[in-house]
């Protein structure tokens, strides 16, 4: 016992007390709200206001659109994209993009231009010497026959390339023609402002006992925590991998073998680094609840509606003990393979497979989390390899009744015990066999053996 | 502990992996206070009889004794194994990878400290504490291994290729640290190719082939029951008399001196006689022992034949 905590020790040092792990710690954090908030800061700087004529001989246009990129109209706009996009945490980085550009209220200033009875060409002439004398920035025409399905409006810009003022632009556009052809069809100002109201979608998720909640702060909140086991799983996994590759490489078997009982020298290694591992989940996780917190409730102060994911410090215990159940499924694997191999690249190819199974056991989440009580979500949240990762996500989606739950435990808590036999057996025989890569049957004879 | 305890008892041990024997009903005796030599050459079973003392594998057959007691994991405590396949953990500081090595010998941290400090600065090695593996040279490299193999202060001290890598002041220093666990009344075995080196150290010495025993005994047995054959020659004429097959079967040329194996039955006094008597001007007539070389490779090829 005292040489398996060694072990224990020595692991559990070896990966915390390194700059690596504080960095990896402090870092994670740091990309992944990079991920998530640099495309919108980038898109935040807002570009100059765009001098803009716009040509409309028929004058129908000209005005509305000018009403709609009016400042106060735009403003309204943005601040309605702000409120959807802190809904839409998990849109995609494209759909961020737009909202982000819708959030920034982009600012047009209308230059005036006497089109007189000059011909158009005439017109592009003095338009376009006028964007090279840098006075205006674009100009666009509309064609005067704009109610055909073809009619074509054009912009030449300066920068045409700024697709933020473009986007603005287009819609803004769009709005006003929509609003003109509704106006030449009789319809009024007033019932046309009526007709194009957007709907209020508020999703509402309704559990098993009945009660209301929002589901859109759930959602993010179950992928993160997927994606978080799903990480910490495959980086830990791959460190026990290292770990007995370096043992096995610079034949430090060989004197840890003469000291200790391999099965207390391997079980040390994997409660070792999976101490390690809960350290850095636990670390995330505290500061993110923390982090989190603050945030909704800023948020929340600041007018904009959000619910805050309601996580019982119960789905915390499940979530750790899950954590610590996918990595012992997955260290021992890699112990495993480790002690098969001669080196990591090797090591990598053998790796192939279970790090699938992990990814697949991801993906698997989304469909959790649609449906957190479909027979698909029982069977995957309760199913070896998989449980680990889909139970937390379903917990968090959906509290799932508890016998599911001790189910899921109990199952992967038999592959556990199964894995690590098996593992210990490759373990004690493969770490003393040098220079080659071993086949299937050899560690089949391994396991057999006395 | 007496002369005559035995350390290690190795009884009709074999192991064997697959159909291979790797060792075959191998049986010797160590005794405390000894340097055991343990040789024979690449593929005997040398190393796979060495994890077997050591508690890393088990046999097959047979059994093993230590400390006049049945294996059990507790008695790997009191021993200290330097393997031929040495390593260190690359990129870990030399001062945490031997309080490791320390800990799994269940010495206490503090108890290990000092004794960390005592082997360092006896090998010169103080200003390297806190180094990584990767900044030592290999020398440094290996001293670092043996302290890791005496931190625990054993009982039985088996040494794979401890001088391997080594330059000849480093060399010198290990034999003076083996002399001194052997007045201690420790137990050592060793295990190498160096002839010359068993030779100078080892008290008693097992050689094996092909999985088994081919030779056992104390160095002065074994030289003395080879040694009876072999004339260190220096002579001016009576070159009639080294060509008689009856006297001599071989002859090895030296710088300035022969080398002559005695023939089947011929008696050395004989064969001085006749040189003196051919008129042979003799300024050397030696008996001599067989260098543990010499019984070595004659051993091993009689056993390979």
């Known amino acids: ?450 | 502990m007496s002369e005559q305890n035995v350390t290690l008892r190795v009884e009709n041990v074999t192991k064997r992996f697959g159909d291979f024997a790797a060792v075959e009903d191998l049986s010797f005796d160590v005794k405390a206070g000894r340097v055991f030599g343990f040789l024979g050459p690449n593929g005997a079973g040398k190393t796979t009889t060495i994890r077997m003392i050591v508690g890393i594998t088990a046999p097959d057959e047979g059994k093993i004794e230590l400390f006049g007691k049945d294996f059990t994991g507790d008695l790997q405590n009191r021993i200290g194994y330097l393997p031929e396949e040495r390593g260190l953990y690359k990129k870990m500081k030399i001062i945490d990878q031997l309080r490791y090595f320390a800990a799994l010998k269940n010495v206490p941290q503090g108890e290990a400290d000092k004794r960390i400090d005592f082997w360092l600065e006896r090998m010169n090695l103080g200003e390297w504490k806190r180094k990584k593996t990767t900044d030592l040279s290999k020398g440094m490299q290996q001293k670092v291994q043996f302290i890791s193999t005496v931190l625990h202060n054993p009982d039985l001290l088996i040494l794979d290729e401890p001088f391997s890598g080594l330059d000849p002041i480093n060399v010198e220093f290990l034999i003076d640290v083996i002399s001194e666990f052997k007045t201690q009344d420790k137990t050592i075995i060793f295990s190498t190719h160096l002839m010359e080196t068993a030779e100078r150290l080892c008290s008693d010495i097992l050689l094996i082939n092909k999985s088994r025993k081919v030779v056992a005994g104390t160095l002065r047995e074994v030289k003395q029951s080879y040694g009876k054959n072999l004339i260190a020659l220096r002579a001016d004429g009576g070159e009639k008399v080294l060509e008689d097959k009856t006297l001599i079967a071989k002859i090895v040329e030296h710088a300035d001196e022969k080398e002559l194996v005695l023939a089947e039955n011929a008696d050395a006094q004989i064969l001085l006689k006749t040189l003196i008597e051919n008129g042979a001007s003799i300024s050397k007539f030696e008996q001599i022992e067989p260098s543990l070389n010499d019984i070595f490779i004659e051993r091993i090829n009689e056993t390979n034949a």
């Open chain 1, 1 to 450: 016992m005292r040489k398996f905590l060694a072990v224990v020790k020595h692991e559990y040092k070896k990966i915390v007390l390194k700059w690596t792990f504080l960095i990896g710690t402090l870092l994670f954090p740091f990309i992944a709200a990079m991920f998530a908030v640099v495309p919108a800061i980038i898109f935040s700087i807002k570009g100059e206001a765009t001098r803009i004529v716009v040509l409309d001989r028929t004058n129908k246009i000209a005005p509305r659109l000018k009403a709609n990129l009016s400042p106060e109209r735009i403003a309204e706009r943005a601040e309605k994209a702000a409120k959807e996009s802190v809904k839409n945490l998990n849109a995609s980085q494209e759909e961020k993009l737009k909202s982000g550009s819708e959030q920034l209220g982009e600012s047009f200033i209308f230059a005036d231009y006497d089109a007189g009875a000059k011909s158009i060409e005439q017109i592009r002439g003095e338009l376009n010497g006028k964007i090279t004398a840098a006075e205006i920035d674009a100009y666009l025409i509309v064609p005067p026959d704009f109610d055909n399905a073809d009619a074509k409006f054009e912009l030449f810009s300066r920068k045409a390339g700024d697709f933020i003022a473009n986007d603005t632009l287009k819609d803004a556009l769009n709005e006003a023609v929509r609003s003109q052809r509704l106006a030449d069809a009789n319809i009024s100002e007033a019932r046309l402002k009526e007709l194009s109201r957007n709907v209020e979608f508020v999703a509402r998720q309704v559990d098993e006992k009945g009660n209301e909640k929002d589901s859109d702060g759930l959602f993010f909140a179950s992928l993160i925590i997927g994606m978080m086991i799903y990480i910490t799983l495959a980086i830990y996994g791959n460190m026990i991998m290292g770990a007995v590759v370096e043992e096995k490489e610079t034949r430090i078997a060989e004197i840890l073998f003469s000291s200790a009982k391999p099965f207390e020298l391997m079980m040390g290694k994997l409660v070792g680094v999976g101490l390690a591992g809960l350290t850095q989940l636990a670390i995330w996780i505290i500061s993110a609840l923390v982090l989190v917190g603050i945030g909704m409730a800023q948020l929340s102060a600041s007018g904009v509606a959000v619910s805050i994911p309601n996580i019982t410090p119960l789905m915390v215990i499940y979530f750790f003990i899950f954590f610590l159940l996918g990595f012992f499924i997955y260290a021992s694997i890699f112990a495993l393979i480790g002690s098969m191999v001669t080196s990591m690249q090797e090591g990598g190819q053998f790796a192939f497979p279970p790090v699938m199974i992990l990814l697949i056991g991801f993906y698997f989440s989304f469909a959790v989390i649609r449906d957190p009580n479909s027979t698909l979500s029982f069977w995957i949240s309760i199913a070896p390899f998989f449980a680990p990762i889909t139970m937390p996500v379903r917990i968090l989606a959906e509290m799932p009744p508890f016998w599911q739950i001790l189910l899921a435990i109990l199952i992967n808590g038999a592959a556990i015990t199964g894995l690590v036999w098996l593992a210990s057996r490759v373990y004690r025989v493969g770490m003393l066999m040098y220079g080659k890569r071993a086949t299937i049957p050899e560690v089949w004879k391994w396991i057999r053996q006395k």
